[in-house]
């Protein structure tokens, strides 16, 4: 199912990567790029904009460890670099995502493209309106799993990332447990970027103990696809609430 999925994406995005470590083939932009300094420092291309060759990983730390044990990254380059810490590596591409996503649901605040709140996100949800919804980690697991039915009931990819807490920005400042996205280009893209962010952070976690997130937390893997009817995308952002 996962792999249909990576497929789809894949297609759309019209490329696949291969990964140095494990050398499986996934879609453009559901990998972490790395690129060579001139003196042979690994450089993490957080945003997927350095220049030259780059060497592809899985959003999983198996596989930074697994590159970093076997020199993946000096064949992949064919020539000789600094061995990394996949930790410290992983962590700095984690870190990168999260702000991605908190600079789209920012970017979706501004255009008026954010529908804040349990209430309204069920609503959403029913009326066909959401192309995404998300929901904090710390949400109650009644609201959670209530959204999540709904969510898989329709069709609408569901996540679970962030914290009441770190939404509250998008919230007036109070913690905010769920929210969706109406914008389907910027669904799209907060999919993606979610997506990889959590395979990452549940191979971190993992790593850490038999702590890894409820279930739920990668269903946006298998379903990155929307239906129902959306609204037109509107030309003029609305006044972000
Ligand atoms: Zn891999």
Known sequence: ???????????????????????????HGYTYRVVRSADGQLLPDLFQRLPGRGA??????????????????????????????????????LDASWSQCRALLA???????????????????RAGRAALCLLAEDA?????????????????PFFR????????????GKPLAACAVPHRGVARSLASELTRAIALRDSLADRDGPTAPADGSTDGLTRIRVRGKLPPTRSKPAQAG
């Open 56 to 93: 592809h990983l899985c959003p999983d730390l198996a596989c930074f460890v697994r590159a970093a044990e076997r020199n993946a990254f000096g064949h992949a380059f064919r020539a000789p670099v600094a061995r990394p810490d996949p930790d410290a590596l992983a962590g700095r591409f």
């Open 161 to 172: 990332a962030l914290r009441k807490a770190e939404l509250a920005r998008f919230h007036h």
């Open 107 to 125: 970017t979706a605040l501004r255009a008026g493209w954010l529908i804040a709140g349990n209430d309204e996100v069920v609503q959403a949800i």
């Open 1 to 27: 199912m996962a792999r249909r999925a990576e497929k789809r994406a894949g297609r759309r995005a019209g490329s696949f990567r291969t990964c140095v470590a494990c050398r499986r083939r996934r879609p």
């Open 140 to 156: 109650s697991p009644r609201s959670t799993e209530r959204i999540r039915k709904l969510a898989a009931g329709c069709g609408t």
